[in-house]
């Protein structure tokens, strides 16, 4: 079964950049359309980033466009994360997120889409 482990969360001023790392285990990231899903202190889990199985196809949320970058090297079997000018409503953990079909060739959004899930990294952004 796949196995998902995120790393590279941490604390960073506003401003500044962090980039995640998404390793996989147990299967290979290159069968499955890839997201990065975050949840906030009283808040519900919320999409943040998603590509396709070859990285053709990639969606980022409104909130975090032309900041934050999802990629993927399906030779290392992982997926990555990079955010720049962190905000502090970025603050939340992190889950990387695979897909529950392989027939998929299009990411999608929602979370019901994902079957696969690593336990979260920790982003804290101080204004």
């Known amino acids: 079964q796949l196995q998902l482990v995120e790393s590279g969360g941490g604390l960073v001023q506003a401003g500044h950049s962090l980039r995640l790392s998404c390793s996989a285990s147990?299967?290979?990231?290159?069968?499955?359309?890839m997201g990065w899903f975050r949840r906030a202190p009283g808040k519900q889990r919320e999409f943040v980033a998603s590509i396709s199985r070859n990285g053709g196809n990639i969606s980022h949320a409104d909130s975090v466009k032309g900041r934050f970058t999802i990629s993927r090297d399906n030779g290392k079997n992982a997926v990555y994360l990079q955010m720049n000018s962190l905000k502090s409503e970025d603050t939340a953990v992190y889950h990387c997120?695979?897909?529950?079909?392989?027939?998929?060739?299009?990411?999608?959004?929602?979370?019901?889409?994902?079957?696969?899930w690593g336990q979260g990294t920790q982003v804290t952004v101080s204004s």
């Open positions: 997120a695979a897909d529950k079909s392989v027939y998929r060739t299009y990411p999608t959004t929602a979370t019901n889409d994902y079957e696969y």
């Open positions: 147990g299967g290979t990231v290159s069968a499955y359309c």
